[in-house]
């Protein structure tokens, strides 16, 4: 992958100006690469040369330790890759095994998570707002964003206790029923939070020099979108109106009507607008669920205290808040998974950088690699 | 054996109950045989345990009080607080205390009046004691200069610390949140105090890759044009420690040569991130000392004096009895070189939308990335004094300095009236700072190559032609 052009024929003779490459090591210790990634960047100047994003410095082998827990340890685990948005490892592992063990999950269980997860998507989507904003320079949206998002996670302490690993959404079901005042505070909340989208509008979106900064960088054309294996927001930004949610309806989205948000030129503004308008989306599914929220049981009947399906492999995918998240189980009919594989959108976009960022300016690594919102917990597992 | 048994007990006694509160990972293991370890007595024990704490007994567990508060915390969600603030004793209280502020200056303005007047006096006074004492007329002149010196050094020195103090309330209250409110007691004044004591403590740290010499050198010379460029600012009728003919050029002159500083940090420092964000500062500082003299330079020919008490006194007076006659308002000419000067200023003084030498997010923290302590404080100081500076200029040059606003307004002194122009604008270095992104290097250049710089030359033309009316 040379990327210097061939030198110039000896007959300009123009003296040959005479520069020198510099190896960066951005990261693993490095304010923003969103944890602890490590970019081996060669520059000449402010260009880049070449670019090596190296990852495995948070890798905890939690697939490997999912070989001799049980299934109901399992998910504990799955709070820890994303854990920006652990509802949906949580849901994601919950809905394969449950595939393994045949368990039907009640109406209102399969409602609540679909609450739960979108909830999750606002929360995960205003911190990728609030980091994004840092990236570019501007620190006000931030605290914004995270002004919003204690609210999201005060809604979920209310249901679970927690506020970040949040092991609410089990096997068969959801740990609890929601305690008498959520369903008034979460409306509370959805009321107070659209208005706040038009003033992130305002506040950053259509900045200028922010529209300077990421509206001509990073561009990722369709075709180089799909081979990539992009997913989420960073491939429906390149234009590509691929979402889980609509094509592979799980829990309740069948029963919410929302749109599939779609970029145009998968620039980085693109993918940040992409996720600042999936708000909006995710506010119009939690009022519909929320609307027709039926009481019952959320637990479903038949989930053993120490699960043993029968031999057999299983995988579901979900449309997690980094993109398409999947999970392979297989079953050898004892208590533990006997293997399982996550598809961990995060680490999938990734390799996005190595390619896309040469040739652009040292700023706007930080432009591309906030853009794609990784988390690292994610990508070592 | 009765010991034993007894401690048995209590174990399986918790055990029971980890196991009824199975979330709770790590405790309960049904799959793994928990007494796999324990001798046979322990099995032995367990089942007659369990009785003693059934699973039904155990409380629910309450994570809110019933109203939807949560236990954990008593935070305010802005539902609650937005609609009615004042309905808050705190939010009342500081409205008391700022228009208290408020009125206190007013008040301490309008009692003192004209500094100059009591330091004549004071001039007077000391003169008269040292000539009866019969010391030589050099001498007392030299200590009259030594004591404006004092004076100047520690206001510039105090101001900086004032202004981080001010900024952070200020970004905290545009963050919707407190900002320091505990250190000295009142919304936490001393809190600067407070960090530059700590980092006075804090170990002078160089890197071994450093160039040590330079690496020491490098605040200092940073750090000192900034005390020397307030010589000759104009900080009132009468208040100038040097009053000096060339004082606008020697400004620029002094000030410019932080950058020599800086680049030395950048290159000193053996960072590679430091050296990126000493030659992106030199770039930088340089490119924009031009559109910032240029904008300055209509100014100068209207007054024809590059003394700033001279064009503080050139903006004196009204037009038809209630316009000021301040730069600023000079149709076109004005505007286009307040604008100008000031985007120039933003950029001299590294902040955010140019502060592409400390870049964080890229940088790490720029030119003084390998910096700590006293070292990292000079440097800082330096940013907040041009701060400073520059909020004096432009108050000097564009919005007539220590004129009053209106006529009847002058029973305020000119200081007051200077500060709170000087205070009005470092409050825009500080609202731009959080409020914008921050440009990209090259985009940067082209800003102040492509736009500024030949609007700066335009802003002459449109300048001279007010010579001619």
Not at chain 1, 11 to 22: F, I, L, W
Not at chain 1, 96 to 122: G, H, Q, S, W, Y
Not at chain 2, 55 to 82: D, F, I
Not at chain 2, 426 to 445: I, K, Y
Request: hydrophobic share 45%; aromatic share 12%; net charge neutral.
């Amino acid at each position: 992958m040379t990327t210097n052009p061939a030198p110039a024929p000896a007959a300009t003779a123009a003296p040959e100006m005479k520069t020198d490459q510099m190896f960066i090591n951005m990261g693993p210790q490095h304010p923003s690469t969103h944890g602890v990634l490590r970019m081996g960047l060669t520059v000449e100047g402010e260009k880049i040369v070449r670019a090596e994003p190296d990852v495995g410095y948070l890798h905890r082998g939690s697939e490997k330790l999912s070989e001799v827990r049980g299934y109901h340890h399992c998910v504990v685990l799955t709070d820890r890759w994303d854990y920006i948005s652990s509802m949906m490892n949580n849901l994601v592992f919950c809905m394969a095994a449950e595939r393994l063990m045949k368990i039907e999950v009640p109406e209102r269980a399969d409602d609540l998570r679909t609450v739960m997860c979108e909830f999750n998507r606002i929360a995960s989507h205003l911190l990728f707002f609030g980091t994004y904003g840092i990236d570019i320079g501007a620190f006000t949206p931030f605290l914004y964003a995270f002004r919003e998002r204690e609210m999201v996670l005060d809604l979920f302490e209310m249901v679970c206790g927690a506020r970040m690993t949040f092991n609410y959404i089990r096997l068969g079901g959801v740990m609890k029923d929601l305690p008498d005042p959520w369903c008034g505070k979460a409306k509370e909340f959805l009321e107070h939070f659209k208005p706040r989208l038009k003033e992130y509008d305002d506040l950053l979106s259509f900045n200028p020099i922010f529209l300077d900064r990421t509206q001509t960088v990073g561009k990722v054309p369709k075709d180089q979108a799909v081979n990539w294996g992009l997913s989420g927001p960073n491939l429906r930004a390149s234009g590509v109106g691929y979402d889980v949610r609509k094509f592979a309806p799980y829990a309740s989205y069948r029963k919410a009507d929302f749109e599939v948000v779609v970029g145009k030129d998968g620039s980085c503004w693109d993918r940040y607008y992409c996720r600042v308008r999936e708000m909006a989306q995710s506010v119009r599914i939690i009022e519909q669920i929320l609307d027709q929220l039926k009481p019952g049981p959320v637990q479903g009947r038949g989930v053993a205290k120490v699960p043993k399906p029968p031999p057999g492999e299983a995988y579901a995918h979900i449309e997690s808040s980094r993109g398409d998240l999947g999970i392979y189980l297989v079953s050898d009919g004892g208590f533990s998974p006997y293997r399982m594989h996550v598809r961990a959108p995060s680490f999938i976009n990734l390799a996005l950088l190595q390619e896309s960022l040469v040739g652009l300016k040292v700023a706007d690594v930080i432009a591309v690699l906030g853009s794609i919102d990784i988390v690292l917990g994610e990508v070592d597992r | 054996m009765s010991e034993t048994n007894r401690e048995n007990v209590k174990n399986s006694g918790e055990d029971s109950q980890g196991s009824a509160q199975a979330p709770v990972p790590g405790v309960a293991k049904p799959s793994i045989p928990a007494a796999a370890h324990a001798k046979p007595a322990a099995a032995a024990a367990r089942p007659a345990a369990k009785p003693a704490a059934p699973a039904e007994v155990l409380p629910e567990p309450r994570l809110n009080n019933g109203r939807g508060r949560l236990l954990g915390s008593a935070r305010l969600w802005p539902t609650e607080v937005w609609p009615n603030p004042w309905a808050r004793p705190s939010f009342v209280r500081g409205a008391y205390w700022l228009a208290g502020i408020v009125a206190g200056v007013l008040l301490l303005g309008w009692s003192v009046g004209e500094i100059s007047v009591w330091a004549n006096l004071a001039y007077d006074w000391a003169m008269n004691l040292l000539r009866l004492r019969q010391v030589p007329e050099l001498w007392a002149q030299g200590a009259w200069s030594a004591v404006k010196v004092v004076v100047v050094f520690h206001l510039v020195a105090l101001a900086p610390l004032f202004l981080v103090w001010w900024e952070r309330k200020i970004s905290a209250h545009m963050q919707s949140r407190l900002g320091p409110m505990y250190v000295g007691g009142f919304h936490g004044w001393a809190q600067t105090i407070a960090d530059g004591i700590k980092l006075m403590l804090k170990e002078d740290v160089s890197p071994r890759a450093a160039d040590a010499w330079i690496h020491l050198l490098a605040p200092i010379v940073a750090a000192a044009p900034a005390v020397l460029a307030f010589a000759p600012v104009y900080f009132g009728s009468g208040l100038t420690a040097a009053d000096i003919d060339i004082g606008v050029l020697y400004i620029f002159a002094v000030s410019g040569m932080t950058v020599i500083g800086i680049v030395m940090a950048g290159w000193g420092s053996g960072n590679k991130f430091s050296l990126l964000g000493g030659l992106r500062a030199g770039a930088q500082l340089v490119s924009y000392e031009l559109p910032r003299t240029f904008s300055v330079i209509p100014v100068i020919l209207l007054v024809g004096s590059l003394n700033l008490t001279a064009i503080n006194d050139f903006q004196s007076g009204y037009w038809l009895g209630f316009i000021p006659r301040w730069f600023i308002f000079y149709p076109v000419m004005g505007q286009i070189a307040f604008v100008i000067f000031l985007i120039a200023s933003v950029a001299e003084t590294n902040r955010i939308p140019f502060d592409i030498p400390e870049a964080e997010s890229e940088l790490v923290a720029g030119f003084h990335t390998e910096y700590s302590g006293m070292k990292f404080s000079l440097f800082f100081f330096a940013e907040y004094a041009y701060v400073f500076l520059s909020s004096a200029l432009v108050a000097t040059f564009f919005l007539g300095g220590g004129n009053a606003p209106l006529p009847f307004l002058r029973i305020w002194p000119s200081w007051l009236w200077f500060f709170a122009k000087t205070g009005l604008i470092a409050f825009c270095f500080l609202w731009f700072r959080w409020t914008f992104p921050r440009f990209r290097v090259d985009r940067l250049m082209d800003f102040n190559w492509k736009f500024l710089l030949p609007w700066s030359f335009a802003n002459i033309a449109f300048g001279a032609v007010y010579l001619f009316l």
